[in-house]
């Protein structure tokens, strides 16, 4: 644990890290704002730093049914349902700026039955929210990479932001 142990607001943190494997790991480095006391998760703030997950690997209520690292995520919902839940994110490069990524996130759900029916249109307004949300917090992120990318190596070519997620 390292709580309370240090805190930085820029620079460069290095860290050797030996990750352990095995059914049912799902192994990290992240860091929170030191104001979680007072304010809790997520409101804090939190930096992945790494996260290693593979095929099968439990990601809250979601089961990874397909990875290809850097291109695509497949997801499964584990939750009970009258349907079967899958959620993806796709990775590639933008057509029309190279210096931007385009993540695209699909949503689909094969119900079973009529009541899967009711249920997929009974909360599809929510997941439009939440689904935008959820590609804005992407994209957010994937920004904030990409200045601290260009504020640490400012001598580069190209003033666009690298590592984008177009929504």
């Known amino acids: 644990e390292s709580a309370g142990k240090r805190e ?3 620079g460069r943190i290095e860290a050797r ?3 352990p494997v095995g059914p049912g790991l799902w192994p990290a480095f992240w860091l929170l704002g030191n104001n ?3 304010v809790g998760w997520p409101a804090c703030g939190e930096l992945d730093i790494m996260e290693n997950v593979g095929y099968g690997d439990a990601l809250d209520f979601w089961r990874v ?3 290809e690292r850097n291109r695509l995520l497949e997801l499964r919902a584990e939750m009970k349902l009258p349907g079967e839940a899958l959620l993806s994110f796709a990775i590639e490069p933008d057509e029309t700026n190279p210096a931007r990524t385009r993540l695209t996130q ?3 759900f094969l ?3 009529l009541a899967g029916l009711l249920y997929w249109y009974a909360v599809l307004p929510l997941h439009r929210i939440v689904f935008a949300g959820m590609l804005e917090g992407i994209r957010r992120a994937a920004e904030s990479i990409a200045r601290a990318e260009r504020t640490e190596n400012p001598a580069t070519d190209d003033p ?3 590592g ?3 929504v």
């Open 8 to 10: 930085f607001s820029h």
């Open 17 to 19: 890290i030996k990750m």
């Open 36 to 38: 979680i006391n007072t």
């Open 65 to 67: 049914t397909g990875i």
């Open 106 to 108: 699909t949503a689909r």
């Open 111 to 113: 119900p079973r039955g």
């Open 160 to 162: 666009k932001p690298r």
């Open 164 to 166: 984008t997620a177009r």
